[in-house]
């Protein structure tokens, strides 16, 4: 007797447990079908991703994407997944390996490379212009400074 | 005399570099798609068929030469190749070591059969479900078909319709040799 | 016979752009000025001559005239007699005539306007813009003729295509063209000093405005292509990264950088062959556009039809002007060498340059991720898409550097700024911004990114705010006034500056839009059969019916959702799904209802054939429309800009001598 109780308690949980599970993550589950699918090119489109695009090859691979999600699938194995049957053509976020490195790093290094020139530059440049302080000016004679005193009344 | 700086050396292999990109990228076609999964291990399918209630399974038929055909009864490059289908078929029939599959994609059922029975039939077929099976062997419309060797790996990928000298090719130059190799 | 009439003014206007070109080479190497005088002639016959085309071509747009084969490619007799006029930019043709359009009606008002007071530029200008005018027309009257007839004569057009029949139609083509054409004006005034060697400010001075008129028209052009794609193209966004749009936006940010970095000449007279690289790099990217967008070289939403034959004509052409301008700077630029003399590290002028390398980076970031599929292919590597991830997470953290330069550079002084200084400037915004993004925090914005970008926003907001309190007391103190009015003075005596911090703030309301409806967006898409509902937030969607419509030149289905909020009725949403008959296209018609400060979205993109179920896509956009409050605030800045009043008792416009002859004035005559 105890035992047939006991087993309909864990029947009970289970079942509880996951129409729970389903219940709750149904938000989440969407939440995480769209992150992997709008990293995913709508092959049949014209650079849609897949969640945006309203195709039926679009609309199956969402629900495969999500059926691999229920399953417990990452979503970095998912995009795997794709990129095995239809290449990396497939995926919007060129895979970081390769000489795809170069475009990801690739303006990251232009900011620093150009960041550090720009600094030696400068550095060139007001070290020079130091050198001409008021002292390596021409004097200015006394016509000149009659002129600008003149134009510094007009100005009032 | 000299005027050549570094600058102008870089900014002028840039724009050559790109004046070469444009136009070798014009005669590209930015449609065309890779093949991707040939020489690889052909996914399992295991899908009713669509004539009679029953059960398909690819991996009962390890250690023969399979053909896999995608087609839609909507898709008019589909009508075109059909009867040179039915021709591999008839070709091939008496071979044991042969099978042919059509698979229904994005289909209605109703249609697909109506489309067979108006086009003619000799082999059989089955329906990809939810696109699993399409999806599976990467394929992006159709018509497309799929040559499957006795050890179960992909040999060959047929984007577009089977007639005329692609006919041809994939019966003499895919198929047949496919069927002379050992298992 | 109209029709022949237009093409053949068309054809006339070839021949007459051409002797633009060659006029004012002749007034040159003879150094006589009744060359220039014929060339300019040549170039405003060349405005009215493409004007009569233009018109003719629209006028069989209305009678319909489908014996004019792109007529017929682009228009339908059921067709809305507004999309009628607008078919005429609806298709590759059509749009290149109105871009040569725009091209000789600059060229006609710049030579109206500065024939006068830049003599010396004139047969410069005349002889760059009737080359581009020239190859435009080539490529219209050899390779995409709008006037080929076809035989027999079909009874009626194909039909606009439908997602095009919409509004945005009318004013966004337009728009983006006056912007990249607009670009032609600075770059042809910056070719001038080059090949004149008057390499002072004057041409900078010269082309301020129509710079920031073209920024304007391309800055609106881009957001209205984006409100357009928001709610024409149903998936919720407002852009995407698409190889189009970056087309359009590569000018943008190169033209943004050259706005900004004109001023560091202007005030100090440093970088000008990096200004002139500047616009001549703003230019050729909005010829470079033209090439990838019309040669069909990428996959996009926008592709006109491929042709190898106009893709080559358009490479080589565009080849000759980056050589010729690119070539002339590189001969030129020795003699141009400034003495940069800077007095310290931190100072405005190197909050610039920082401006500008951020700025090539985040043009270097959209230009690579644009053209690395292709160069891929090209190369035979494995074929590759770059999208919308990618940008996210390279673009992103750019633009964020951009902004917060927005907070720094306006405010440290030119020259030489004291670190006691930048303490004074800098620690109340900084104080402010963590403060801000704290209180963000605790309401339960915890996205990394948002936060940043928040932190960045206010950061600048704070700069701005103490900035504008210091000149508004300023001038109150100084007219004796309250600091409302002390604001106006301010603004009266440097309309430049404030106009410039007015599009800032435009920006930071566009970051915080951006922010809010890309981040913390919501969505759901699902299967409804009448009856049912759906959360999403705090509204209940219910769809009380789902039943067919139908308009002049398609038929449909359309939903009826009633929106609830807590219990409420609040509205009705009527999405549809459409089908145009003539061109056999379906299209999703989008239900929007604005929140308080978001938008709810509706579309129906898929609905069963017999009508008992649709495919719902319902999303939730918090602070979308602050996109485009940013980009009025924008507008309006820059309008204040180009409109501002000019300041008087500032250098006499010295007359020199007349009127139209007195180009020769300046060129120099041949001593004999």
Known sequence: ?156 | MKRFETWHIFLLAGLLALVVLFYKGLWGDPTALPPVIISKPAPDITAPALLEAKNISLKAHLGKVVVLNFWASWCLECKEEHRFLLAIQKRFENNPDFVMYGVNYQDQEKLAKEYLQIHGNNFEHMVDEKGKISIDYGVYGVPETFVIDRKGIIRHKQIGPVFGDVYSNIVENVIEPLLNEPA | MLVELGHFSVVIALVLSFAGIITPLIGLKTRNATWVVVGRRAVLSTFVLITIGMFILIYSYLVEDYSVKYIYATSNSKLPIFYKVAGLWGGHEGSLLLWAWILSLYCALATLIHWKSQPVVMPYLILIESIVLTGFLMLILFLSNPFERIFPVPLDGKDLNPLLQDPAMVVHPPLLYLGYVGLSIPFSFAMAALFSGRLGEEWLKATQRWTIFAWLCLTCGILMGGYWAYYELGWGGYWGWDPVENAAFMPWLVATAFLHSTMVQEKRKMFKVWNLFLIILAFSLSLIGTFLVRSGILSSVHSFAADPGRGVFILGFVTFMLVLSFGTLMIRAPKLRSQIKMDSMVSRESAFLFNNLFFLVALATVFVGTLYPLAMEVLEFQKVSVGAPYYNAVFMPVALGLIFLMGVGPYIPWRKSSSENLKKLFVIPMLFSLGMTGLFFVAGVRKPYALAGLAVVFFVLAAIFLDFNKLASFWAKREKSNRFQGFFSAYRNNPRRITGIIIHIGVLVMVVGIIFSSMYQTEKILIMKPGEEVNLQAFQLRMANLYGVKGVNWTGQEALFDVYKEGQIITQMHPQKRFYTVSQTPTTETAIYQTKMGHLFVTIPEVAPDGSWARVRILHNPLVLWVWYGGGIMAIGAFMNIFRRVRKNRMPVTDPAGMVPEVSANIPQPTR
């Open chain 1, 1 to 156: 007797m105890a035992q047939s109780k006991f087993f309909i308690l864990i029947v009970f949980f289970f079942v509880m447990s996951v129409a729970m599970a389903q219940a709750m993550d149904e938000d989440l589950l969407q939440e995480k079908t769209k992150e992997v699918s709008k990293t995913l090119r709508c092959a049949v489109c014209q650079s849609e991703s897949i969640w945006e695009s309203n195709a039926t090859l679009a609309i199956q691979m969402r629900d495969i994407i999500r059926e691999r999600l229920i399953e417990g699938e990452s979503p970095d194995e998912i995009r795997a997944y794709f990129i095995s049957r239809y290449g990396d053509y497939i995926v919007f976020k060129p895979r970081f390996r390769g000489i795809n490195i170069l475009l990801w790093g690739g303006p990251f290094l232009l900011l620093a490379i150009g960041a550090f020139f720009l600094h030696r530059n400068l550095r060139k440049w007001t070290t020079q212009s130091t050198q001409t302080g008021p002292e390596h000016l021409n004097p200015i004679d006394e016509k000149q400074r009659k002129r600008i005193e003149a134009e510094l009344r007009s100005l009032k």
